[in-house]
């Protein structure tokens, strides 16, 4: 085995975007361009040398191919250890949970998390920090300065490593930890949640469906719910990760988890729904006919908290990404805590979580999660709420009717125009720009607006700033319209509209979301012509 440095040239666009860098299968493909973005990592981090990584991914096609590669150059690189989940899978919340555990120095995740998988599918890569979390901008742009002027890269001329056998072995002079990928997980989880009062509803006859959409989550909800917590065989479905995720959209939203969605409404419904997305960071709440908004669920969580064994202490604080709705700021304002608007990503709830000033956080894209992690977290979520219900005897309408009546409804929606031409979408996200300095105190359709800018954040620990991070219309009745660019997608750009109204009155909540919103969807849409300017006279998705 020896150590290879091999000379190359950068590649364009090698920019992390909301959650790391993503790009379609055939680009990842090509010679030197996996390598150049992981030797810009180490570079960017002064080097590996002597360091210990974890590596692993949502098992989608590549996903072992790039293993191998991040093996082979981490121990060129001198990394003292990689620690490497079996088959080559973590999903990102346990990649999180082992770096966190094993005080590593970081690791490194191959997702792209939501988007479809397969030789035609995206793949993704990104890199995590020591405390667990997404690496900071001023790392992710450090990473992306690097691979502008790589130069070369060092990997190791070596076998292919077997990742499919638990236990030690070295690569080069580093040494390699073939772990479970779910062992850690399902100890953590064990620390949070009543086992024993979720057995029992579950041995009390309880019924459940888990949708893991052949995704990565399908491992851990079967050890977890299946195995310690005694559900029967078969409650969780489509969980065996498959390359292309068996042709499924791995998005747990009513649009792309349509066999639970239509489970969850007939005759003979479980009493409880759930579903992951690739990666298993995401989650979807389900109850009979019900769909639980992420915001909601995460307004939810927060004020019956006390309930559940690790949470019991109480919250130091919440957190929500802008775009999600104000819901969970009432439950903030009632319990007298913290409650922080942050930019899109989950990067920028780590501080938040590392300084203890917020204990849940939460993103309207179904994402939940706590400090127990440094990702939002799927399963811990569904376990969040299997705790709630064992703990209450109440069914999901019931507690969401009753989350309703004591602090009124958030009705909330995004619209998303995916795949639109880049010129088109960025002119329209400027001319919206151009727009909001003099919108204050001006009348549409006749809702005042009381604030309009572009979202920028200083974050409270670190005092970085972030700007441009998108496009907020506040009306006088707490009513909004935010607009914002995906940095996720993989084609084109994706606009995504987001729009939320508050209703207090109880005689109201049974009204249908997109009927409620009718009048801030058609603001949304004349005050941006978003037909005129993309062309499109629908969302391509709306949740
Ligand atoms: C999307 C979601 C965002 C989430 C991210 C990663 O990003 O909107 O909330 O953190 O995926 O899961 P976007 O494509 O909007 O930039
Ligand atoms: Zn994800």
């Not at 003292?80 to 120095?105: D, M, N």
């Not at 690569?171 to 062992?183: E, F, L």
């Not at 195995?227 to 065989?233: E, F, I, K, R, S």
């Not at 993103?363 to 400090?371: F, Q």
Request: net charge negative.
């Amino acid at each position: 085995m020896s150590i290879q440095t091999v000379a190359t040239t950068p590649f364009e666009g090698q920019k992390p975007g909301t959650s790391g860098l993503r790009k379609k299968v055939g680009v990842f493909q090509q010679a030197h361009y996996l390598e150049n973005f992981v030797q810009s990592i180490f570079d960017a981090l002064g080097g590996i040398a002597g360091k210990t990584l974890v590596v692993g991914g949502d098992g989608r096609y590549h996903n072992r191919a790039a293993v191998q590669t991040i093996l082979q150059m981490a121990a060129a690189n001198g990394a003292a250890k990689v620690i490497v989940g079996q088959g080559g899978i973590l999903s990102t919340p346990a990649a999180s949970c082992v770096i966190r555990k094993y005080g590593t120095f970081g690791g490194i995740i191959l997702s792209a998390s939501h988007n479809p998988g397969g030789p035609d599918g995206d793949f993704g890569i990104k890199y995590n920090t020591d405390n667990g979390g997404p690496a900071p901008e001023k790392i992710t742009d450090a990473i992306y300065e690097r691979s502008t002027r790589i130069t070369e890269y060092k990997t190791l001329e070596a076998p292919l490593y077997d990742i499919d056998t638990l236990g030690g072995g070295t690569i080069g002079s580093s040494q390699v930890a073939v772990i479970d990928p779910v062992a850690d997980y399902a100890e953590l989880m064990q620390q949070l949640f009543d086992f024993d009062a979720i057995r029992a509803w579950f041995a009390a006859g309880h019924t459940m469906q888990f949708d893991a959409l052949s995704a990565v989550s399908g491992p851990y909800a079967r050890r977890v719910i299946e195995t310690l917590l005694g559900a029967p065989a078969g409650t969780v479905v489509n969980g065996e990760p498959l390359e292309d995720f068996g042709g499924h959209h791995p998005d747990p939203n009513p649009a792309h988890a349509t066999e639970l969605i239509a489970c969850m409404n007939g005759a003979d419904a479980p009493d409880f729904g759930a579903a992951s997305d690739g990666d298993a960071d995401r989650n979807m709440i389900v109850g009979r006919n019900l769909v639980v908004t992420p915001s909601d669920s995460l307004a939810i969580i927060a004020a019956n908290a006390q309930l559940v064994p690790g949470y019991a202490r109480g919250l130091a604080g919440v957190a929500r990404s802008m775009p999600t709705s104000c819901a969970v700021d009432r439950v903030a304002a009632k319990l007298g805590i913290a409650c922080y608007e942050t930019p899109t990503g989950w990067k920028f709830f780590g501080n938040l979580l590392d300084a203890g000033r917020a204990t849940l956080c939460g993103e309207e894209s179904y994402g939940t999660g706590s400090d127990h992690v440094r990702e939002k977290d799927g399963v811990w979520a569904v376990l969040f709420w299997l705790n709630l219900l064992a703990a209450t005897g109440k069914s999901v309408n019931e507690l969401v009717n009753a989350h309703w009546a004591e602090y009124g409804r958030n009705f909330y929606s995004r619209h998303d125009y995916e795949a639109l031409e880049t010129e088109p979408a960025n002119g329209l996200l400027q001319a919206l720009r151009d727009k909001v300095a003099t919108l204050a105190g001006t009348k549409l359709a006749g809702k005042t607006v009381q604030l309009a800018d572009d979202f920028a954040y200083d974050d409270p620990v670190d005092g970085s700033h972030s700007g441009k991070q998108g496009i907020r219309i506040v009306f006088e009745d707490g009513s909004r319209i935010v607009y914002r660019l995906s940095g996720t997608g993989t084609e084109g750009a994706t606009l995504r509209v987001y729009m939320e109204r508050y209703e207090a009155d109880p005689a109201l909540h049974g009204l249908e979301t997109q009927t409620a919103l009718a009048e801030l969807i058609a603001i949304a849409g004349d005050l941006a012509d978003i037909s005129g300017r993309t062309g499109r006279s629908a969302p391509t998705v709306v949740t």
